[in-house]
Nanobody
């Protein structure tokens, strides 16, 4: 079993930045991918960003490309999502997800473990 705990959400104004963190604990994997997803009120959960086990490969949704950066610190079992130039449409609950493996993954069904989410609200 893997536990994921997100932090770093909050209320910001458009144009501001936030950095989300997701700490993994529990069963250890030597190689695992991490992803960030978000769910806005009344909408389905959607992919935001993903990173492979080494951090050498990343992938972003078009809506956040150039503004968000995913990274990881394997020594701390933590993945980050740096969000710059935030827009009101970025308002959502943000979830991190975990999957053992070598690649990165973009589909909700690919992931085995999920965090509880952290809320991000961007005011205009």
């Amino acid at each position: 079993q893997v536990q994921l705990v997100e932090s770093g959400g909050g209320l910001v104004q458009a144009g501001d930045s936030l950095r989300l963190s997701c700490a993994a604990s529990g069963r250890t994997f030597s190689r695992y991918a991490m992803g960030w997803f978000r769910q806005a009120p009344g909408k389905e959960r959607e992919f935001v960003a993903a990173i492979n086990w080494s951090g050498g490969f990343t992938y972003y949704a078009d809506s956040v490309k150039g503004r968000f950066t995913i990274s990881r610190d394997n020594a701390k079992n933590t993945v980050y999502l740096q969000m710059n130039s935030l827009k009101p449409e970025d308002t959502a609950d943000y979830y991190c997800a975990f999957k053992g493996g070598l690649a990165y993954y973009t589909r909700i069904g690919d992931y085995d473990y999920w965090g509880q989410g952290t809320q991000v609200t961007v005011s205009s």
